[in-house]
């Protein structure tokens, strides 16, 4: 059976899907979540107990380097592995690569709307895990552990990511339109073996501190490291200049048991027009700077190198404790000095290197 899938912004029509065309970026639904006849029957057992809700609340204060709240299993295992199933079934994964970020990603879960019936017959169960996601039960969770205010229910932002060998994303603030929590619910391959950490993959979280010129900045290295693991979710509210975070490059292949950090990640949005809470004059993230804008910045201050600062020069031998420090990392070979002036003239060359083992 041929996979469906989610279409890109300008592809080519694809004889498997309806006419209309699907949207890969975040749509306004047009099914009401509130149609989920009870949604807490999806969630893991004692998820909405105010007890629990007050402990994930007390945590979300006093996390750092920012707010943000793990939750250690989200879902009823078997609904998690009925969607997991379809995910890999039935779903197209694309390869998307940037600057930013390398990723393995379907379209957005929003588009499933505009199926014909036969192919939402196919993904029953992603279509019971979004809609609860998105119902008015767990957006009402989200806003008292978070109390971040009202959360749109029409405009659902998701989607299926799969991080193999060599994928990443470095590090950004999420800031975008009007998301107001960003979330990650994790399905590590293979489900029945934990997740190492020596795998990569880890959610990585920054502190800032303040810049030459007062903006914030993420600092260079994460204080908070979290590998993923089965059912665990994360979410945290997006705040400019503050929510940076990334994921660690995955070094681990797939391997015999298909090893991959397979998840679902999205946003929930402020409030649309027509639904409770709108708030028509409330600033958008658009009208802040986000993280890569201020990277763009000219107003951004550059510490330059100092002028009587002395290059290493390739005629410049590496100390032996440079060296026994360096071959913890790289084959000894490449620190060698005739080694070094033959890749330093390759590299005046070519503009690039690849070394190999």
């Known amino acids: ?178 998301r107001r929590i960003s979330y990650i619910l994790y399905m590590p391959l293979p489900h029945y073996q934990g997740w190492q950490k020596e795998w990569g993959g880890a959610l990585e979280l920054y502190p800032v501190v303040p810049g030459p010129n007062g903006t914030l900045e993420p600092e260079p290295f994460p204080t908070k490291s979290i590998p993923p693991s089965w059912n665990q979710f994360i979410f945290f509210e997006v705040q400019p200049g503050r929510s940076f975070h990334s994921v660690e490059e995955v070094v681990v292949g797939e391997g015999e048991d298909g090893r991959q950090r397979l998840s679902i990640s999205g946003w929930f949005h402020d409030a649309q027009p027509g639904e409770e809470g709108y708030e028509p004059d409330a600033p958008t993230m658009d009208d802040i700077k986000s993280s890569r804008e201020q990277l763009a910045s000219t107003s951004t201050q550059f510490k330059s190198y100092p002028e009587d600062a002395v290059p290493p020069l390739p005629d410049t031998p590496l100390t032996e404790g440079e060296i026994t420090f360096l071959s913890e990392f790289l084959n000894p070979v490449y620190l060698q000095h005739r080694t070094m002036k033959a890749l330093a003239a390759r590299f005046i060359e070519e503009s690039s290197l690849e070394l190999h083992d």
């Open 1 to 178: 059976m041929a996979k469906t899938r989610l279409r890109s912004p300008s592809p080519e029509p694809e004889k498997a899907l309806p006419a209309k065309k699907l949207k890969t970026g975040h749509v306004s639904s047009t099914s009401d979540p509130a149609i989920l006849r009870d949604p807490t029957e999806c969630f893991a057992s004692n998820l909405f107990d105010p007890s629990n809700i007050q402990r994930l609340h007390n945590s979300y204060k006093t996390s750092e380097p920012y707010k943000y709240t793990l939750v250690e299993k989200l879902f009823q295992d078997q609904l998690l592995m009925n969607v997991k199933d379809e995910c890999l079934s039935e779903l197209h994964f694309t390869e998307k690569e940037t600057d930013i970020y390398k990723v393995h990603q379907t379209g957005d879960l929003a588009s499933l709307s505009f199926l014909t019936e036969s192919q939402i017959a196919l993904l029953p169960h992603i279509l019971k895990l979004r809609d609860a996601l998105y119902s008015p039960t767990f957006r009402t969770f989200l806003q008292k552990v978070t109390g971040c205010g009202s959360l749109s229910g029409i405009k659902q932002d998701m989607s299926v990511n799969t991080y193999r060998k060599g994928c990443h994303l470095l590090n950004h603030d999420d800031v975008i339109g009007t």
